[in-house]
């Protein structure tokens, strides 16, 4: 019988610990050895995973963006696959995994054990699985992580609409491999892509693949307030067709900015810088998805 160790987020979804204790061992007993610890702080799920890898042959997390994200950065390149139970706010790794935000149909996905290679990226230091971003997209997480108004979608746009309104547009200077120097006087959203969309089905890369070996950085640049009525594109998938909005796949590319920017991946604050690399990691992540997905 396969050993499973879940890791659970304890703040994530709405599920009381001893009841979700209760339902994933009666889902799992007659398939898996299981067991569940919760994280107590910020970074300790990675520790879990260093701490147990030899132990057991496959992990779940249980949490948002953030918290696959600290798992997901331990099994890079390595042999034991990640399940995933959704219970952030938006959820967009899951989503783009085809994994139901409901949690007896997501352990139905892990049951059914369809494994499949995905690509990952990383931005300076840090990885991601789902998206990265300068500009806009980094403002809203940096308030989102700083200045919590509860979970759920509705925060997101009010962090939107008050940073669009506040925060001054940069000047990027983009080198992909290949390609001249592109500058953007004044850049509003800068996001590289492994899925399509942030969470919450806002798609910012309508034709992001997780398995091409590419990232596609999605740039939106400052448009005049009439043009506002476009946004609604995020939500159907036709973002592409907005006339300030530009999109380029690549393996590896640099991005300059005068001054220092704060960027995030997947939903978490990440360091100001002016500098910028950004590559995608081929195929580096085995992980558990819908049987239906193909890419």
């Known amino acids: 019988m396969k050993k499973i160790l879940i890791i659970a987020n304890p703040k994530a979804g709405k599920i009381k610990k001893e009841k979700f204790r209760n339902l994933l061992y009666n889902e799992f007993k007659k398939q898996f050895s299981t067991e569940i ?24 997390v249980y949490g948002g963006d953030g918290s696959i994200n600290e798992i997901a950065r331990e099994l890079l390149y390595k042999d034991k696959p990640l399940g995933i139970i959704p219970g952030g706010s938006g959820n967009g790794l899951a989503k783009g995994l085809g994994i139901p935000f409901k949690t007896k149909e997501a352990i139905e996905i892990i049951k059914n054990q369809k494994i499949i290679n995905i690509d990952a990226g990383k931005i300076n230091e840090d990885y991601f699985f789902n998206i990265a971003g300068i500009g806009l997209d980094a403002w809203i997480s940096k308030d989102f992580n700083e200045k919590p108004l509860g979970r759920g979608i509705p925060p997101y746009i009010l962090y939107g609409f008050l940073n669009y309104i506040k925060m001054p547009p940069f000047l990027s200077e983009i080198h992909l491999e290949g390609e001249k120097n592109k500058i953007i006087p004044e850049t509003l959203i800068l996001t590289f892509s492994n899925f399509k969309e942030w969470g919450g089905n806002t798609y910012i890369a309508p034709t992001a693949s997780p398995t091409d070996g590419k990232l596609d950085l999605c740039l939106i640049e400052k448009f005049p307030l009439h043009s506002i009525i476009n946004l609604p594109k995020l939500f159907t998938g036709k973002i592409d067709n907005f006339k300030y909005y530009k999109n380029y796949k690549f393996k590896k590319a640099t991005i300059k900015t005068p001054n220092p920017q704060i960027y995030h991946f997947d939903g978490e604050k990440g360091k100001w810088a002016s500098t910028f690399q950004v590559e995608a990691l081929s195929l580096a992540l085995k992980i558990i998805v819908h049987r239906n997905i193909n890419y």
């Open 37 to 60: 610890i919760f994280t107590e702080y910020k970074g300790h799920g990675p520790e879990i995973v260093r701490k147990n890898y030899d132990n057991y042959d496959f992990f779940v």
